[in-house]
């Protein structure tokens, strides 16, 4: 298993370059239709708080496997994202 602070940058990375994936279709697309765009942003937002305070959370009896399952969740997640904004072009 990579290193807490790995999956810390990972999360931020990925769920970063998703938002960032966002404002460039925002940039492309026709104003009309932002809001669409504004949504995805918020649901990676909200990913990513819920991803952290996982990683976070020492209460957890075997931490090594709950860690893996946020990696785990972490590429579920931003699978479903990048599904998103390919359907918004």
């Known amino acids: ?30 104003k009309k239709e932002t809001g669409k765009g504004d949504e995805i942003i918020d649901e990676t937002i909200e990913h ?20 893996k399952e946020v990696n785990k969740e972490l590429e579920e997640v931003a699978n479903t994202l990048v599904d998103k904004i390919n359907k918004l072009s």
């Open 48 to 67: 990513f708080d819920r991803l952290i305070a996982k990683v976070n959370d020492h209460s957890v009896e075997h931490r090594a496997a709950h860690l």
């Open 1 to 30: 298993m990579a290193s807490i602070r790995d999956l810390k940058k990972d999360i931020n990375y990925v769920l970063g370059d998703i938002i960032e994936a966002v404002y460039i279709w925002e940039m492309t697309a026709d």
